[in-house]
C-alpha cells in the first residue's frame, strides 16, 4: 500500500475502497440508510466527530484536556456528536459492549486521532469524511515516508486529510537533532497539546464540514455511501 505496488489508478483505488466500506457494513449488518441526510432537533445536519484514542505510545499526555477542547468547539455546532473511543476497545463487528469499529467509523465524519494502526478504519467513513492526525516530537525529521501512509490512504479512499499535529516538545534525545538513532527514542513518544491550535483547527474542519453537508442537504442529489449495493 505504501508504494502502490497494485498501480491502480485513483479511480480504481476509489472503486476498491467503495467496495471493502460496504462489504464490511454487509457483514457487520450495520445499515445507515439515510444517515447523509440525518438532521438533529434543530433541523440542521448531523456532524458525527469521533476520538479515536490510543493507550501507551502514540497517546495524549492529557487526553482529558484534549477531549475537552474538542468537546467545547463540537457544543457550538449544532448537530454535532462527539463519541470518544479507544482503539484497544473495539471489536470488528460485535457491538455488545460498545460501537464496534465498523459502526463507529461509519457514524463518524471527522475523525480525530493520533498517528497509528488504528488510523486503517478512516475507509469505513463515508466518502468526503474527514481526518485529523496528530504526531509525537521527531517525526517529521526521522520517521520517513512512512508516516504519510494515512494521508495517502485518505485520499485513495474518498476521504479529507485535514493535515497533522507534530507536537514540538517531547523526550530529549542524547544525539544531534537529525541522528537516525533519536527515532527510537521519538516512535513511542506520547503528544501533548496546545489548546489554541487545536480549537481552531477543530473550529474550522467543523465549519467545513457543516458547510458541505448543508449543501448536500440542500441539493439532496448526493447518493450516501451508507446504503451500498456491493452484492
Do not use: G, H, N, R
Given at each position: 500500500m505504501r508504494h502502490n505496488e497494485g498501480g491502480m489508478s485513483r479511480d480504481r483505488r476509489i472503486e476498491t475502497f467503495d467496495l471493502m466500506r460496504c462489504k464490511a457494513r454487509m457483514y457487520c449488518n450495520v445499515s445507515l440508510e439515510g444517515r447523509i441526510h440525518e438532521v438533529s432537533k434543530q433541523g440542521l445536519p448531523v456532524i458525527g466527530m469521533t476520538l479515536l484514542m490510543r493507550t501507551g505510545p502514540r497517546s495524549f499526555t492529557n487526553e482529558s484536556a484534549v477531549i475537552g477542547i474538542f468537546e467545547k468547539e463540537c457544543a457550538k455546532i449544532d448537530g454535532c456528536r462527539l463519541m470518544v473511543a479507544y482503539s484497544n476497545n473495539l471489536t470488528f463487528c460485535d457491538q455488545s459492549l460498545n460501537y464496534s469499529q465498523v459502526k463507529l467509523m461509519s457514524l463518524t465524519d471527522i475523525l480525530v486521532s493520533p498517528h497509528g494502526a488504528q488510523l486503517t478504519n478512516t475507509f469505513l467513513m463515508d466518502k468526503n469524511s474527514?481526518?485529523?492526525?496528530f504526531f509525537p516530537k521527531g517525526w517529521l525529521k526521522l520517521a520517513g515516508v512512512g508516516q504519510y501512509v494515512f494521508h495517502w490512504m485518505a485520499s485513495w479512499s474518498g476521504m479529507r486529510h485535514r493535515g497533522a499535529w507534530r507536537d514540538p516538545n517531547g523526550d530529549e534525545c542524547p544525539y544531534a537533532v537529525d541522528d537516525r538513532r533519536c527515532m527510537s527514542i521519538y516512535k513511542s513518544g506520547k503528544i501533548g497539546?496546545?489548546?489554541?491550535?487545536?480549537?481552531?483547527?477543530?473550529r474550522n474542519v467543523l465549519n467545513e464540514v457543516k458547510a458541505r453537508k448543508l449543501e448536500e442537504a440542500a441539493n439532496k442529489t448526493i447518493a450516501s455511501t451508507s446504503s451500498c449495493a456491493c452484492g
Open positions: 474527514s481526518v485529523m492526525e497539546f496546545d489548546e489554541a491550535y487545536f480549537s481552531e483547527w477543530a
